[in-house]
């Protein structure tokens, strides 16, 4: 029998637990611990997130993950600066998430709340992942199922007075294969139905309406959406080994739903590695969508159909994604308690265009010169720069 | 009978056989695939987080792989 030096032997178990990673779910990822801090800037609002993850191996067969994230909202996006004060908000974020592993099968069960002044959310989740075909393929199985509570704030953004409107539940069912074509290509697809109950509409965003009543000859009102939705997305994504230590990927996902929104989401990501200190990764996003069937930049009146939206989430839209991320493999071999640890970097840059949702706040206001007509007032866009910056310490 | 017994068996094994897929990628022939580069969501904070961001301002959502909560309104 030849014994192999210690650090072979150590390398040719962790390749074996790789192998046996990426032909599904039969090990558990890595211990780690995640710190993480966002900003969000684009639109007029500014929100900053922090994060830390913890993810602990308890058997080979067991995990639990906690995560708690914060995000801190102060400003207010176009349509809530055209008819209220700038507002500042926090989102507290609580997950728990649990694995458990028997045989090629993985099982994850996770809860999720999350709260704001006005909107707390209870999410609960499970999956299961089952390998096959000589762990070949990976077929995964899942549902959600949210319960939230919807709330007005009708006070000031530091005297708020929270009106709770009403409750929306949420369903998903999730279905996902993942398949190695290659010993270069790995592919999957993924289909994802979400059926939604209850009060749905964003109490922020408003109509508006022709109204020559009054000096800027229109007026807001409250929206009206139906107490139901549903939809369906469909995404399948590519990732391919280059000939030379690098990854490119493709994604392309349709979705389309009951209020008539048809959209696309086509994605291109590359990996280059440097050495074993750093991971480039660039990424590429489209997106574009078309507006819902009862969505209106300006009704003709007030009431002049039974559901009535302004939400600039259901106008016709694009929007385009540059992202360039860096990882630093600052401690490759380890300190204290940790096997490795890495830092990243991340810079994405948004332009959101909207192709028949116009620009209301600065427009068409007779104080300022009332320069436009209801209706052709410029359409609206903005830019946003999302950065990220996060450790992972892997134990 | 003792010869139709043996051929049974060897029938149904070529059945069974012929039902299993053998792997055309061997796990040893696996190594690229298990290399962190090949994974699809690395970070899991991050790639939420910026699912969060999109659902947050678009019409769609889902087939994305991660779950949240939350309205992000404003």
Not at chain 1, 217 to 235: D, F, I, K, M, R
Not at chain 2, 19 to 34: G, M, T
Request: glycine share 8%.
């Amino acid at each position: 029998m030849t014994i192999l030096p210690r650090h072979l032997s150590r390398l040719a178990a962790l390749a074996a637990l790789s192998l046996i990673c990426v032909a599904g779910a039969a090990v558990l990822p890595d211990d780690r611990a995640d710190l993480f801090w966002s900003q969000y800037r684009g639109g007029g609002m500014d929100i900053t997130g922090e994060s830390v993850l913890v993810r602990k191996k308890f058997s080979e067969q067991f995990a639990l993950e906690a995560n708690y994230f914060v995000d801190k909202v102060s400003g207010a996006s176009i349509d809530v600066l055209s008819q209220a004060s700038v507002i500042k908000d926090e989102r507290k974020q609580k997950t728990v998430s649990a694995d458990y592993i028997h045989d090629k099968t993985q099982y994850n069960l996770s809860y999720t709340n999350s709260t704001e002044r006005d909107y707390i959310s209870n999410t609960t989740h499970f999956s299961l992942s089952q390998d096959m075909f000589g762990d070949l393929t990976t077929v995964t199985l899942g549902f959600t199922d949210s319960r939230n509570k919807v709330g007005e704030n009708n006070g000031t953004a530091f005297k708020p007075v929270i009106d709770w409107l009403g409750h929306a539940t949420s369903r998903s069912y999730e279905g996902g294969v993942s398949q190695i074509l290659t010993k270069n290509l790995i592919a999957g697809a993924t289909v994802e139905v979400i059926t939604d109950q209850g009060l749905l509409s964003n109490p922020y965003r408003s109509i508006r309406y022709l109204d020559p009543t009054v000096p800027l000859g229109y007026s807001l009102g409250s929206q009206v959406y139906p107490n139901t939705h549903t939809s369906t997305a469909v995404e399948g994504r590519a990732k391919y080994y280059l000939p030379y230590r690098a990854a490119a990927s493709l994604s392309y996902r349709y979705f389309s739903d009951t209020w008539g929104v048809r959209a696309n989401t086509i994605e291109l990501g590359y990996t280059q590695p440097v050495s074993n200190m750093f991971i480039f990764e660039g990424r590429l996003r489209h997106y574009n969508q078309n507006q819902a069937t009862f969505y209106s930049d300006l009704f003709p009146f007030v009431n002049s159909q039974n559901f009535e939206a302004r939400d600039q989430n259901l106008a016709a839209s694009t929007n385009n994604t540059i992202d360039g991320k860096v990882t630093w493999a600052f401690a490759p071999e380890g300190f204290l308690i940790f096997k490795r640890a890495t830092v990243s970097f991340d810079v994405s840059r948004i332009q959101f265009k909207y192709s028949d949702f116009r620009n209301i706040k600065y427009y068409n206001d007779t104080q300022q010169g009332g320069l436009y007509q209801p209706g052709t007032e410029p359409l609206y866009f903005f830019n946003a720069t999302v950065l990220q910056v996060f450790g992972s310490f892997f134990f | 009978m003792r010869g139709s017994l043996k051929l049974g068996i060897i029938g149904i094994g070529l059945l069974l056989g012929a039902c299993s897929i053998q792997p055309w990628v061997k796990p040893y022939e696996r190594d690229r695939l298990a290399d962190p580069i090949m994974s699809w969501d690395r970070d899991a904070i991050s790639a939420g987080y910026l699912d969060h961001i999109y659902e947050s301002r678009e019409g769609s959502r889902g087939a994305t792989g991660t779950a949240g909560g939350g309205c992000g309104c404003n």
